[in-house]
């Protein structure tokens, strides 16, 4: 895999690490550097007497360090990788390191060790009789909790919200904990979510009746479950924080083989210690639009890295549901190559986003692409012009100048997510052909959501 300087900026844990690593990018800090086909390696010289150790898997990528950092990436990782995007020619090709041919080795054992765990999971016999009275246990338990958020529901609705304070506000909490005691986590996140919203914004009334009315819609759902389609039940166990087996998945979902395009990455951190990853596709064969959805702990990194602007050639599995948009990788031929950018049309986009809120109510991302949309300010908050109409644009300070400054007041395309009432840019470009021709250069994005 060959990185770009965005592309490496775009894998660090935040802003200051990539502001510390571009530090390190003099060849004067590294006495050591090497590579060959599947990793880059190299000693930076730090304040202490020997240099620390810094090593890149490239098919992860993945790092590893011998810093006492507890960010991952490292500055140091980040750092080599920039080296090496910048000046390939420094890196000598040699065998690597026994330090280094120990790590990919180890690596290389736990994946063979993992693929075997997998194997004999998936040959070991099921007990159906035991795992569907699982399921169904599970199910009445989320059943009686829905019961009594109703009636906690109607008692809200009841008192009114302007009657809301916060000592009435630490009983959501409390409701909330009840609702992942009885394995429902998904309303417990609703209902702090509702609570985080309480007088944010002039429209919060409005806002915060609909996230209890959506609540409301789970809970009748759950009592007549047995008249949805199968795939309504899978949107409704998705909302309710049961998740479905990825090798399940694996095994069973509607497979897509097709060249992707990296529409947007956006990355979240949930608290201090879980980082949340959207990842959004768009198929240049099927025009169809996907979600990688991942979570990484303890600041350790993802097991696969995706870059806004890129396209891969990928296979990709469905996990059920009305939406037909969450996926996992099955396999990846390649590295990154081109993008194949959608050019379908705005009304397009539109008309895909009321066709899964008609079929479902709990799909809460929908992935957009503005055409011809410009983005502008007025009265001192962000907007994006698209088709006659402005839209509320959903965007940080820095991320919103960087914007306007690279649009510069001219017409582009945007990628975003909409969450029913904002859109939240994740990448903009120039207008381009829908298939990159080979005499040109790929079409790169104008404009990235910061890596924060």
């Known amino acids: 895999m060959a990185f770009t300087m965005e592309g490496v900026v775009a894998l660090a844990p935040d802003d200051a690490s990539a502001k510390a690593a571009k530090n390190l990018v003099s060849p004067a800090k590294w006495p050591l550097l090497g590579a060959d086909d599947h990793a880059v390696w190299g000693e930076c010289q730090g304040s202490g007497s020997k240099p620390y150790q810094t090593q890149v898997d490239l098919n992860g990528p993945a790092f590893r360090c011998s810093c006492p950092s507890r960010k991952f990436p490292c500055k ?8 090496q995007a910048q000046n390939p020619q420094l890196f000598q090709a040699t065998p690597p390191p026994a330090w280094v041919s120990e790590w990919l080795g180890s690596r290389a054992d736990k994946a063979q060790q993992k693929e075997v765990r997998q194997a004999e999971k998936a040959a070991a016999p099921v007990d159906e009789q035991a795992q569907a009275k699982r399921e169904a246990q599970r199910w009445q338990r989320m059943e009686t909790a829905a019961q009594e958020l109703q009636r906690w529901l109607c008692d809200q609705v009841s008192r009114g919200l302007g009657s809301l304070n916060a000592e009435v506000l630490q009983t959501w909490q409390t409701m909330a904990a009840r609702m992942v005691d009885a394995q429902a986590p998904g309303l417990g996140v609703r209902i702090r979510e509702a609570a985080a919203g309480i007088r944010d914004g002039e429209d919060w009334p409005e806002r ?6 959506l609540m409301q819609l789970a809970c009748e759902a759950l009592q ?17 924080g049961w998740p479905h087996d990825k090798a399940e998945v694996l095994e069973h979902g509607e497979r897509v083989d097709d060249h992707w395009t990296v529409l947007g990455v956006v990355a979240q951190d949930r608290d201090d210690k879980l980082t949340e990853r959207r990842v959004w596709l768009h198929g240049a064969r099927s025009q169809r639009r996907a979600l990688l959805w991942d979570h990484a702990f303890g600041g350790r990194g993802f097991e696969q890295s995706f870059f806004a602007g890129t396209g891969v ?15 996992q990788v099955v396999d990846q031929a390649g590295p990154p190559a081109a993008p194949q950018w959608p050019d379908a049309g705005t009304a397009h986009e539109w008309d895909g986003v009321a066709r899964r809120i008609a079929a479902s109510p709990w799909v809460f991302s929908h992935p957009v692409v503005m055409h011809h949309a410009v983005p502008l300010l007025r009265d001192g908050k962000p907007y994006l012009h698209a088709d006659g109409h402005l839209l509320r644009l959903a965007v940080g300070d820095a ?9 510069g007041g001219h017409a582009v395309h945007l990628a ?37």
């Open 208 to 213: 915060t009746l609909a996230r209890l009315g």
């Open 313 to 327: 050639s990928a296979t990709l599995a469905f996990f059920p549901g009305t939406a037909g948009l969450r996926a």
């Open 76 to 83: 140091h990782g980040l750092a080599l990788l920039m080296i």
């Open 224 to 240: 007549r479950r047995a008249s949805l389609s199968p795939a309504l039940q899978a949107e409704l166990r998705a909302m309710l």
């Open 416 to 452: 975003c997510e909409w969450d029913g009432s904002n859109l939240v840019p994740m990448t903009a470009w120039d207008s381009a052909p829908p298939q990159p021709q080979a005499e040109a250069p790929a079409q790169t994005p104008v404009w990235q959501r910061s890596a924060a």
């Open 399 to 407: 991320d919103l100048w960087t914007l306007l400054a690279a649009t």
